[in-house]
């Protein structure tokens, strides 16, 4: 029996936030959600490299810059392919990567406070685009 391992609420994020690895920034991704224990995100494979699982950091940013939360020391607990069932793009694979947070100094842990502050009242008043679990496209009501 499957049991969550989980000891933080998850925040669904409906809008475009980047996630990039350091200190190369060679792969770059989109988050799916985000918790104070870590987040999860899916990225495009462009080349065979794998991305590190230990002691690597992240930085995560959205497009107009509204805010940023940079070098957040972190580990890979899984990275895992996502099935795409357009076939016109099945040639191009996309995985699903969980990430852990590892210990943050007290600037990082209050950005990562505002944008989870920032996250719920969205979620709480459904804002954005509701983005089905296993997918990037919209789900239109």
């Known amino acids: 029996m499957d049991h969550e391992r989980r000891t933080h ?37 462009l080349d065979q490299d794998n991305i ?25 607990v899984y990275d895992v392919q996502v099935q795409d069932e357009d076939t016109m793009f099945s040639s191009i694979e996309t995985r699903r990567c969980g990430i852990q947070f590892g210990s943050m100094n007290s600037v990082q842990r209050a950005q990562l406070e505002k944008i989870l502050g920032q996250f719920s ?10 983005i089905s679990e296993f997918s990037r496209e919209p789900r239109w009501q």
Not at 15 to 44: A, H, N
Not at 53 to 70: A, G, P, Y
Not at 125 to 130: H, S, T
């Open 52 to 76: 590190q699982k230990k002691n690597t950091s992240v930085d995560l940013f959205d497009r107009n810059k509204s805010f940023k939360l940079l070098d957040i020391p972190c580990h890979v």
């Open 9 to 45: 609420q998850r925040i669904r994020v409906d809008e475009v936030v980047f996630v990039t690895f350091r200190p190369y920034f060679d792969k770059v991704g989109w988050l799916k959600d985000i918790s104070q224990g870590g987040i999860c995100m899916e990225y495009t494979v």
């Open 121 to 130: 009242k969205q979620e709480e008043q459904g804002a954005g685009f509701p």
